[in-house]
């Protein structure tokens, strides 16, 4: 059974700064997600990440993807007030049908002055 | 651009009522889901369904069943409705070919 987990839950970041957040899961997955929720808003997609070494960016996000490793990673650089929102990874188990995903458990990002 | 929509933003229910959450989507996507967001939990798996009439449990099926009479169309039912049951409800659908999901605007349940 794939388990996600992200790590902060919670991240307080001052504009200007970079940090990253961590989503490492537990079994083989074939694709990986990052999602971005503003307050009472559905999912946005971001990334699709579907091989090892994969490296997208957009913006002031970059997501990488470590297959080996289990681990996905969401950089922010010079993080911007606009960038506050719920970000989610979720990871598709191989061999599972489209769009069963299993999703962390949300990193709540606060960006202020 | 795909549309994914439910039938309600917000919804209040008593203990022990019926209901009804809908979606529809426009892009004849065979695959449909229904999630439950809760705070530090993420989002959570309920029901499923490949096709019409098809349906599979996800990971929190109790409490839940579902309906797809129509391929556009994907009910998520609460036969009795609990104060456990109070969270937001997520409708999101699948096509074979896309290499993601797409969700909809989301009904946020509160059961008194």
């Known amino acids: 059974e794939l388990k996600v987990e992200q790590n902060p839950l919670f991240l307080s970041m001052q504009e200007g700064k970079n940090y990253t957040i961590y989503c490492n899961y537990s079994t083989t997955s074939d694709r990986l997600y990052w999602y971005r929720q503003d307050p009472g808003k559905s999912l946005e997609s971001l990334f699709v990440l579907l091989s090892n070494g994969a490296v997208k960016q957009e913006g002031r996000l970059m997501a990488s993807l470590d297959t080996k490793a289990r681990l996905s990673t969401l950089h922010i650089t010079a993080a911007v007030h606009d960038l506050s929102a719920t970000y989610f990874c979720?990871?598709?188990?191989?061999?599972?049908?489209?769009?069963?995903?299993?999703f962390g458990q949300g990193t709540i990002l606060t960006v202020h002055p | 651009d795909v549309k994914v929509t439910q039938s309600s933003r917000y919804l209040v229910k008593r203990t022990g009522e019926k209901v009804f959450l809908e979606c529809v989507q426009d892009m004849d996507h065979e695959n449909m889901f229904w999630y439950r967001q809760d705070p530090g939990l993420g989002l959570r798996l309920i029901y499923f369904?490949?096709?019409?009439?098809?349906?599979e449990k996800g990971d929190i099926p109790e409490g839940y069943s579902v309906s797809r009479e129509k391929k556009e169309r994907f009910s998520l039912i609460l036969e009795s409705a609990s104060t456990n049951q109070t969270s937001m409800y997520l409708c999101a659908t699948w096509g074979w070919m896309d290499t993601e999901a797409f969700f909809g605007q989301g009904t946020r349940l509160t059961v008194v």
């Open positions: 369904s490949y096709d019409v009439k098809m349906k």
């Open positions: 979720a990871g598709r188990a191989g061999g599972t049908s489209y769009g069963k995903l299993t």
